[in-house]
């Protein structure tokens, strides 16, 4: 996110309402696979990443 300057308003439209962002950034949230598709396909981040990200949470 700060790479690219992002603020966690600007993962709603991505994730979802304001308190989901926190949710999945705060990680009691895991990411969903629409979430995933959204946030590659918006904002270009490798799914891979995303999904390896997902499972290192639930492992």
Do not use: C, W, Y
Not at 9 to 36: C, Q, W, Y
Request: hydrophobic share 45%; aromatic share 2%.
């Amino acid at each position: 996110m700060e790479q690219n300057g992002l603020a966690a308003r600007d993962l709603i439209p991505f994730i979802g309402s304001r308190n989901r962002v926190h949710e999945v950034l705060a990680r009691k949230r895991p990411l969903t696979l629409a979430m995933i598709q959204r946030l590659h396909q918006g904002l270009r981040i490798p799914a891979e990443s995303l999904i390896k990200a997902g499972r290192s949470r639930a492992a």
